[in-house]
T-cell receptor
């Protein structure tokens, strides 16, 4: 867990504004993931990337965008098209290799709308 | 794709009692089933996992059992303590897309 960092811890978004959440890992993991968690709810997959320069939509990708230009980094942008972005955002990573599927989570970013 | 269902949504026990949380999955090819514990405001942390070639796995007070035929797996916590109070998530591997699919979570409350 200690090898995955997310910033900022809290983020405030104004109407019509795009904001970017940072996720960095130094675990040499190939796969990275973004989840959204609403209060009292489970984890919903937004986007995931199994290798650099490639990513796939998860279950709730609308209103979000990602990039994977470096192995260590997988930033998530919450666009103005996401009308209800208030949630706890969790980034995770794994080796992506068969037999090593364990995902390790970052500390999360709490996004609030002003 | 994989679908994971988790029950119960809340579970209250007295300290020292056992707690059991159950999950079912749909992907018969799924081969990896982790359990995560999430304390309030914190990140989920892996507490135990099991692979499809094993029927049971134990780690001190925690055990997980897997029934591949029935496609269900369970988390067992014995001698519960107040610090076990948290939300527990099960997950199964979607083998088609190589991603974890999480259950909806169980809020466990252990009363002293």
């Amino acid at each position: 867990d200690g090898g995955i960092t997310q910033s900022p811890k809290y983020l405030f978004r104004k109407e019509g504004q795009n904001v970017t959440l940072s996720c960095e890992q130094n675990l040499n993991h190939d796969a990275m993931y973004w989840y959204r968690q609403d209060p009292g709810q489970g984890l919903r997959l937004i986007y995931y990337s199994q290798i650099v320069n490639d990513f796939q939509k998860g279950d709730i990708a609308e209103g979000y965008s990602v990039s994977r230009e470096k192995k260590e980094s997988f930033p998530l942008t919450v666009t103005s098209a996401q009308k209800n972005p208030t949630a706890f955002y969790l980034c995770a990573s794994s080796t992506g290799q068969p037999g090593q599927e364990t995902q390790y989570f970052g500390p999360g970013t709490r996004l609030l709308v002003l | 794709g994989e679908n994971v269902e988790q029950h119960p949504s809340t579970l209250s026990v007295q300290e020292g009692d056992s707690a059991v949380i159950k999950c079912t999955y749909s992907d018969s090819a799924s081969n990896y089933f982790p359990w995560y514990k999430q304390e309030l405001g914190k990140r989920p942390q892996l507490i135990i996992d099991i692979r499809s070639n094993v029927g049971e796995k134990k780690d001190q007070r925690i055990a997980v059992t897997l029934n591949k035929t029935a496609k269900h797996f369970s988390l067992h916590i014995t001698e519960t303590q107040p610090e076990d109070s948290a939300v527990y998530f099960c997950a199964g591997m979607d083998t088609g897309f190589q991603k974890l699919v999480f259950g909806t979570g169980t809020r466990l409350l252990v009363s002293p």
